[in-house]
């Protein structure tokens, strides 16, 4: 009983203001949250996060799903890509996701698609020379380039594994 009263709450919550809830992580920067009573699919502004079949793609869809998912976060919404999914800021206990993802090593500063926050590039920067998170591996490719190859080139560049 005490579950059905808390996502009562989240729910009632959720529909009388800018918050969302969090209800499936697809990947590190992907997700769908449920938006005034309907379900929504956002991408995360400003990173790209490692594909699920790249090096720390798995790890980084993981740590995500424990910090947003089931929960109530701000978001902020922008344009639709190509895929129909709205591109969002996302705020989760005050913070800045796309921050918070680079900072911990679990995206790259999608510089191409970035708002220009020089912020972004200084915790992308710090990670790396910390070697925090996938900058473990100094043989990471980018995921803008990883989906361009086929599957002979990727496993060719699975230096990481």
Excluded at 48 to 73: C, F, M, N, R
Aim: hydrophobic share 40%; charged share 20%; aromatic share 10%.
């Amino acid at each position: 009983m005490k579950y059905i009263q808390t996502l009562f709450f989240i729910l009632v919550t959720c529909l009388t203001t800018s918050a969302q809830l969090v209800v499936q992580v697809y990947d590190g920067d992907t997700y769908k949250i449920l938006n005034h009573g309907k379900l929504q699919v956002i991408r995360l502004a400003n990173v790209d996060a490692p594909e699920l079949s790249q090096y720390y793609g798995t790890v980084v869809k993981a740590g995500v799903s424990k910090l947003i998912l089931g929960k109530t976060v701000k978001v902020d919404f922008g344009i639709k890509d190509r895929y129909g999914r709205t591109i969002a800021g996302v705020t989760v206990n005050g913070m800045s996701l796309d921050s918070l993802l680079i900072a911990k090593g679990w995206a790259w500063n999608y510089q191409q698609f970035s708002q220009s926050n020089p912020q972004l590039s200084v915790n992308e920067s710090t990670a790396k020379k910390a070697r925090i998170g996938m900058w473990r591996c100094l043989f990471n490719i980018p995921p803008w380039i990883w989906r361009k190859l086929n599957e002979k080139q990727k496993r060719l560049h699975e230096m990481c594994r």
